[in-house]
Nanobody, 123 residues
Framework: QVQLVESGGGVVQAGDSLRLSCAASGRTFRSYAMGWFRQAPGKEREFVAA????????YYADSAKARFTISTDNAKNTVYLHINSLKPEDTAVYYCAAGASIYSHYEVTYDYWGQGTQVTVTS
């Protein structure tokens, strides 16, 4: 079993930066790729970025490459998503997930999910 707990969301202004955190625990979490997804109001959940614990390799959705950075702190068992120059369209619930491969955009390939953290960007 893997447990994931997100934090760091909140209400921010357009142009601000934000860092989301995902604390991972459980016996096997390091064997999984770690991903961030988001779900905006009225829209389907979409892939943002993923990272490997072991070698730090990363993979981003095309839409995320310019302003999003995923990273890990292996000592803290934590995955981060840093978002620069926030826009109102970044308003969403952001989810952390553990899955089979960093190169998969698909929810079904992720086995464990956190509860999500709300990010609201005001203009």
């Amino acid at each position: 079993q893997v447990q994931l707990v997100e934090s760091g969301g909140g209400v921010v202004q357009a142009g601000d930066s934000l860092r989301l955190s995902c604390a991972a625990s459980g016996r096997t979490f390091r064997s999984y790729a770690m991903g961030w997804f988001r779900q905006a109001p009225g829209k389907e959940r979409e892939f943002v970025a993923a990272i490997s614990w072991s070698n730090g390799n990363t993979y981003y959705a095309d839409s995320a490459k310019a302003r999003f950075t995923i990273s890990t702190d292996n000592a803290k068992n934590t995955v981060y998503l840093h978002i620069n120059s926030l826009k109102p369209e970044d308003t969403a619930v952001y989810y952390c997930a553990a899955g089979a491969s960093i190169y998969s955009h698909y929810e079904v390939t992720y086995d464990y999910w956190g509860q999500g953290t709300q990010v609201t960007v005001t203009s």
